[in-house]
């Protein structure tokens, strides 16, 4: 019977001591949801913004009007020579209110050259 009175609670110790990890296990794959997310934003936004430009509309507008509200606010469109457009959407850090980088999408020039 002593033998059996040294292990108790093991488990829940073992168990407590797990948690730390199973946490950041967690954080982390929330993470990688978001950067898969802020990509994919950034692609819609690209488009709606190559759609905008063709017509002769503003792609910076469209670009934004694309997004949900929540990330507008995290689009940056600038515009090179040539017509050359970036769009930079920050990835926001699950944890903390930092930005992590950027999704960042390039519309050309228009390729028909008519």
């Not at 967690?26 to 990688?32: K, M, N």
């Not at 995290?74 to 050359?84: D, K, T």
């Amino acid at each position: 019977m002593a033998n059996l009175r040294e292990t108790s609670g093991q488990a829940t110790v073992e168990l407590v001591a797990l948690l730390p990890l199973l946490a950041l296990l967690v954080l982390g794959a929330w993470q990688a949801v978001v950067v898969g997310q802020s990509w994919w934003l950034a692609g819609i936004a690209a488009r709606a913004a190559a759609r905008a430009q063709e017509v002769g509309g503003d792609p910076g507008r469209a670009a934004r009007r694309a997004l949900p509200r929540g990330a507008r606010d995290r689009l940056v469109v600038s515009r090179r020579a040539g017509g050359e457009l970036t769009l930079r959407l920050a990835v926001p850090a699950v944890v903390g209110g930092l930005r992590l980088g950027s999704a960042t999408a390039r519309i050309g020039e228009r390729l028909g050259g008519n």
